[in-house]
């Protein structure tokens, strides 16, 4: 199994400004994933980050808005940038181990 | 693109009783991977159960089993002896990949009450 940290577990911040999640893993793994999950809502993948390689973001998901970085094969960073009340959200990393997929904690972000 | 549908966005039950949870998907690829997750109000993301498509045995663990139909490409999940721990989101998801590079596509989920 594997398991996954991420900082901070919540955030209340201000509009336009931007935060970074930290996501800590306990394997060395190829892939993370960065899911949203909107208030009362189902999870919508954002980008998927592979060490070495700019990540790859989902249709309605761009860089400049959610810049991540992937320096190693146990870490990974997803910034909110610029942020709006419509980003408030739980942000959570994942990763697949062993054909199983394993979430972390997740982020409560607020936005005001 | 995959597509997962789950029609009942709320249920509650009995403790003790069984409750079947309903999902639908759509793809066009014959190989793939079904799962149904667990989201508790902590909103720690668990496994409940995990089905390959190519297996016809349905998948058990312990008081969860799945209704796996690949041709009405159905994948119910059954709770039997339900308890009051059960309480939680619950998503059906997919995906295509067993090498850990596929992302996975969720269902809205359904939100299930075990009443005491």
């Known amino acids: 199994s594997a398991v996954i940290s991420q900082k901070p577990s919540r955030d209340i911040c201000q509009r336009g400004t931007s935060l970074t999640i930290q996501c800590q893993v306990d394997s060395q793994v190829t892939m993370m994933f960065w899911y949203r999950q909107q208030p009362g809502q189902s999870l919508t993948l954002i980008a998927t980050a592979n060490q070495g390689s700019e990540a790859t973001y989902e249709s309605g998901f761009v860089i400049d808005k959610f810049p991540i970085s992937r320096p190693n094969l146990t870490f990974s960073t997803l910034t909110v940038s610029n942020m709006s009340p419509e980003d408030s959200s739980i942000y959570l990393c994942?990763?697949?181990?062993?054909?199983?997929?394993?979430f972390g904690p997740g982020t409560r972000l607020t936005v005001l | 693109a995959q597509t997962v549908t789950q029609s009942q966005p709320e249920m509650s039950v009995q403790e003790a009783e069984t409750v079947t949870l309903s999902c639908t998907y759509d793809t066009s690829e014959s190989n793939y991977y079904l799962f149904w997750y667990k989201q508790p109000p902590s909103r720690q993301m668990i496994l409940v159960i995990r089905q390959e498509a190519y297996k016809q045995q349905n998948a058990t663990e312990n008081r969860f089993s799945v209704n796996f139909q690949k041709a009405a490409k159905s994948f119910s999940l059954k709770i039997s002896d339900s308890q009051l721990g059960d309480t939680a989101m619950y998503f059906c998801?997919?995906?295509?990949?067993?090498?850990?590079?596929?992302?996975?596509?969720f269902g809205t989920g359904t939100r299930l009450t075990i009443i005491p």
């Open positions: 994942s990763v697949d181990l062993a054909n199983e997929q394993f």
């Open positions: 998801a997919f995906t295509l990949s067993n090498f850990g590079n596929e992302k996975l596509t």
